[in-house]
Structure formats: structure tokens, C-alpha cells
């Protein structure tokens, strides 16, 4: 059987897939349509259910809940990993309504954190995760929320941190951070899916075993990543909540999609929500 499968570029994706795309591992009778590209840009893809597989932000998980699970495996989810509020100049919290702050796309956790943490902030600009830094270095913008590896280049680049958008969500939640999650056609049977998860699973625990085995994976979609933080971004957001969400890591993304009722329209959320 042939499943489309999207993810991201960045390195906690690819490391996780490679064992499986490049079968380092038994496929199990699988064969794969490969689809790579921004979370956002799959976020918005993900509403017309166009992919078998596909990674998703939890915020925007809500959103399309009727057509996809999510798996146990894949997510990105933890703690000291959440999202970084940035700026040029020093900035201080109670001068965020002011502010004019651009988001890696509204479908993220990025966004959606911003918007519970802080929902006097109300401009907001959409720009690529990859472009925010130049963004707010160059006045374009206020402020930026910068997610992946922005959280290592930030400092060296002369910014300054308003609020660690991931720390504040833990201190007053005592939650881990959901950030991303990997999702699988709702309508597909619960055998494919279960399959798919166990795949998944066992891609993860090759990776995290074999970690050299991915790096041309890794490196080829890194753009100009340097090793060093091509490594970080791997060791902070693959963790054992990736290898399988467990009874805490899903109780997590439950609570978290409770939060997002009060900032989307999107309606009740399908369940079961977790193959």
C-alpha cells in the first residue's frame, strides 16, 4: 500500500523519518509518496486532507480533527522548548499590546501561545519561520516569535528576549509544551493506522540508537544549519515523548487543545483523538 507521507525540513523530522523513507528499517509492505515543506505551509495543506501522513502543529491539529488522528509517535513536545518572544531593542511584557509581532504562520503552537499568554497582542503579521529574525533586525516588525533553531542563533545575532513563550506555559500550567504533532487519515482503517504508528515508532528508536545513520538526511534539508546547531535542534525536540506520546504526553496535548477553545472557532474537537 502507498501512503502519502508529509513532513517538515527541519532536522527533528528528518531524523525521525529517515530510517523509514530510505527503509533502514522493514516497511512492513508500505511504499511512500514523499511531500516536504514549511509546518505551516503542511498545516494549511492538511485542510484539504490531501495526505495519508502528514506532520501538523497541534494548534492547527484542531482545526482538522474530523479528518486526522493523531499518532503516538513523531510529536514534539517537552520542556525548554517552546517558542521565543525576540526583539531589537529591550522590550518589556506589560509593552506587548503595543507591539507589532510577527508569527511563523497563525495555524502554529507558536501563535497560539502568543495569543494565550498574551491576548493583548493583537498585530500580528504572518511571515516564514526562517525570515522572523531578519524581520525584527530590520524594523520591519516590532517583535518576532521564533521557533527551531532561532532559539540558538537569536543572541549571536543581537536580539533580545521578551518572554520565553514555552516557560511561561509550563510555570502556570505545570504542562510540557505540545508543539508538533504527526497525524494520519481518520478514515483509513485502525490497522493501517496502528501499523503506521508502530513504523513510526521503530524509525524514531533507529534514529535515536543510530544518530549518524541520518545525518546526510539531515544535513541535505538543513539549508545553512551548521552541525553543532543542526545537533541541538535534534536533542531538544526528539525526546521520549517522540518515540510515544505515553499517558502524560497525550493528557498534555488535552489540555492544551482545552486552551485553544477559548482562542479558535473551531468547534468540538473529533474523537477518539489519538490512534
Given at each position: 500500500m502507498k501512503l502519502k507521507i508529509c513532513f517538515s525540513t527541519c532536522p527533528n523530522d528528518t531524523f525521525i523519518f529517515d530510517a523509514l523513507v530510505h527503509r533502514k528499517i522493514d516497511s512492513e509492505g508500505f511504499d511512500f509518496d514523499i511531500y516536504m515543506a514549511d509546518v505551516e505551509e503542511l498545516n494549511k495543506h492538511a485542510v484539504s486532507a490531501d495526505a495519508d501522513v502528514t506532520k501538523l502543529s497541534f494548534n492547527a491539529y484542531s482545526q482538522v480533527s474530523d479528518r486526522y488522528m493523531i499518532l503516538n509517535s513523531g510529536s514534539a513536545l517537552g520542556r525548554k522548548n517552546g517558542p521565543l518572544l525576540v526583539s531589537k531593542t529591550k522590550i518589556y511584557c506589560d509593552e506587548i499590546a503595543d507591539l507589532n509581532i510577527a508569527v511563523p504562520g497563525k495555524n502554529t503552537t507558536a501563535a497560539a501561545l502568543l495569543q494565550i499568554l498574551f491576548p493583548q497582542a493583537k498585530k500580528i503579521s504572518e511571515y516564514?519561520?526562517?525570515?522572523?529574525?531578519?524581520?525584527?533586525?530590520?524594523?520591519?516588525?516590532?517583535?518576532?516569535?521564533?521557533?527551531?533553531?532561532?532559539?540558538?542563533?537569536?543572541?549571536?545575532?543581537?536580539?533580545?528576549?521578551?518572554?520565553?513563550?514555552?516557560?511561561?506555559?509550563?510555570?502556570?500550567?505545570q504542562q510540557p509544551v505540545p508543539l508538533g504533532c504527526i497525524a494520519i487519515k481518520r478514515n483509513l482503517s485502525a490497522e493501517i493506522q496502528q501499523k503506521f504508528d508502530s513504523l513510526l515508532q521503530k524509525s524514531v528508536e533507529f534514529a535515536m540508537k543510530n544518530p549518524h545513520e541520518s545525518l546526510p538526511f539531515v544535513r541535505k534539508h538543513a539549508k545553512e544549519m551548521d552541525d553543532e546547531t543542526m545537533q541541538k535542534h535534534i536533542k531538544l525536540f526528539v525526546n521520549d515523548f517522540t518515540i510515544n506520546l505515553g499517558v502524560k504526553g497525550r493528557e498534555a496535548v488535552e489540555f492544551f487543545i482545552e486552551k485553544l477553545k477559548k482562542i479558535n472557532s473551531s468547534g468540538e474537537i473529533c474523537k477518539p483523538v489519538f490512534v
Open positions: 516564514i519561520f526562517s525570515d522572523i529574525e531578519s524581520a525584527v533586525l530590520d524594523g520591519e516588525v516590532d517583535a518576532g516569535v521564533l521557533i527551531h533553531e532561532g532559539r540558538f542563533t537569536y543572541k549571536n545575532k543581537g536580539l533580545k528576549l521578551v518572554a520565553d513563550l514555552g516557560e511561561l506555559w509550563e510555570t502556570s500550567t
